[in-house]
């Protein structure tokens, strides 16, 4: 790879990622625009994604920013790599790969975690608003009961006004008069 290329790459690596940046945030001002359980969950699940991308974005621009004076060097002095250089090579090259693997099982069960967490605070307003609304509905049979009673009573009273009686003063053969 020639350094004129390395230098292209990086380029559009740095003007890629800070359009990628940009829209991003873009869609970050979006989600919270929203204010929803969904606009919230994208928001947390992208802002993890976005930011495992912008470390391997990082890690792609120092790996070229790396590369390219190496290449200048190699070219103007024009000597071959030995064979414990190029383990070395490899052995670096391992080493970021798993080092990448390790990065990015990391950013997964990252956004697991946020996902989760960002459930768990919905599963609690949710059961918050479940026992609310239990006990609203009981207070409600409550009432409703209560007005049952009141309603009886008041009819009882009624129809004593309208009958102008007492029970009590006819004890038990009282028989209402037929009309």
Known sequence: MSAAHCVNIQRGTFELSEKY?????????????????????????????????????????????????RRSIENSERTHKSRS??????????????????????????????????????AKEEAELLHREATLKAEKNVLAMKRDVDEAESGLQAVK?????????????????LH
């Open 21 to 69: 940046e940009k829209e991003a945030n873009r869609y970050f001002d979006f989600l919270k625009s929203y204010r929803t359980r969904e606009s919230e969950s994208e928001h947390a699940s992208f802002k993890v994604s976005f930011y495992a991308l912008k470390a391997k974005i990082s890690v792609v621009k120092q790996h070229l920013s790396e590369l390219l004076p």
């Open 85 to 122: 250089s190029q383990q070395s090579s490899r052995h670096t090259v391992s080493t970021r790969h798993s080092s990448l693997s390790a990065q990015s099982e990391i950013l997964k069960q990252t956004v697991k975690l946020e996902t989760a967490k960002t459930r768990l605070k919905y």
């Open 161 to 177: 006004k309208a009958l102008d009686f007492d029970l009590k003063d006819y004890g038990e053969s009282y028989e209402p008069p």
